[in-house]
């Protein structure tokens, strides 16, 4: 069992950042990738940012150029760099881990808004 704790979230302005953190717990289990998705209101969750052990990160289009995201294998944990926020961005993001066996986790969400 994974569980999964994000911090980060907040109100900010647009053009501003944010920094969303995400550390793993838990035992008997090994991360092939973590990421970040979002669900705004009235909307489907989209997952925004990927990245695996082996170092590849992939990105939903509308977050390329804006968005960063790297992890710390040793502390289990991922980040999600967000610099010029829209309010468009405006969302509930939620960590996610994939194991080597294809179990699929999310965290409980943390708040993101972005005022214009």
């Known amino acids: 069992q994974v569980q999964l704790a994000e911090t980060g979230g907040g109100l900010v302005q647009a053009g501003e950042s944010l920094r969303l953190s995400c550390a793993a717990s838990g035992s008997g289990f090994s991360i092939n990738a973590m990421g970040w998705g979002r669900q705004a209101p009235g909307k489907e969750r989209e997952l925004v940012a990927t990245i695996t052990t082996g170092g590849n990160i992939d990105y939903t289009d509308s977050v390329k150029g804006r968005f960063t995201i790297s992890r710390e294998d040793a502390k289990n944990t991922v980040y999600l760099q967000m610099n010029s926020l829209k309010p468009d961005d405006t969302a509930v993001y939620y960590c996610?881990?994939?194991?080597?066996?294809?179990?699929?986790?999310w965290g409980q969400g943390t708040q993101v808004t972005v005022s214009s």
């Open positions: 996610n881990a994939r194991t080597t066996t294809y179990a699929n986790y």
